[in-house]
């Protein structure tokens, strides 16, 4: 009797900690996990530049507004954060495909899509996106995660000046 007590109060005791473990693992690697930072070889306006006529360029997609954020930052009250532009795209193909079925319209919370340009207080031109990959991951087997997975190969193409390619981690 005392065995089995033993066992189990040892299989508890392992799950617990496994949990402890998992959780510790995802909060050090969801940083680089969800979000993706690329440095850029080119200033500020000519990667804004670059990115824009790319997305322009890659079929069906278009740009549908750039925000300046440090404008928009200063305009209401807040600090001076440096340059930071945000471009927001899209392809209308995919996105009526996502949005026409009502159990995937909660997906419009990330439409249109972003890349940030921000220049970094060392001077380095960085930019900044959410990670497609492990988007289409987390659908996976789903409409929405074949879409994504079109996405991510469309992204990476618009991002090829930078070799740039979406991974786990």
């Not at 050090?28 to 824009?52: H, L, N």
């Not at 996976?140 to 074949?146: C, I, K, P």
Request: proline share 2%; aromatic share 10%; charged share 25%.
């Amino acid at each position: 009797m005392i065995d089995k007590k033993n066992i189990l109060v040892g299989l508890i005791l392992g799950f617990v900690m496994s949990l402890f473990v998992l959780g510790f693992a995802l909060k050090v690697a969801a940083p680089t996990m969800f979000f993706k930072e690329v440095s850029v070889p080119y200033d500020f306006d000519k990667t804004v530049r670059v990115i824009k006529t790319r997305i322009n360029k890659q079929e069906g997609w278009h740009v549908t507004d750039v925000i300046d954020q440090q404008k928009e930052v200063l305009n209401n009250g807040g600090q001076d954060v440096g340059k930071v532009k945000i471009i927001k795209f899209c392809n209308g193909k995919l996105s009526g495909v996502m949005l026409g079925d009502d159990g995937s319209k909660f997906m419009a919370a990330k439409m249109p899509l972003s890349i940030a340009v921000y220049e970094k207080s060392d001077g380095r031109v960085t930019i900044g996106l959410m990670n497609g990959y492990i988007m289409a991951r987390l659908f996976a087997g789903t409409r929405e995660g074949e879409i994504m997975e079109e996405v991510v190969k469309d992204i990476e193409e618009i991002l090829g000046f930078l070799h740039f390619r979406f991974t786990m981690f």
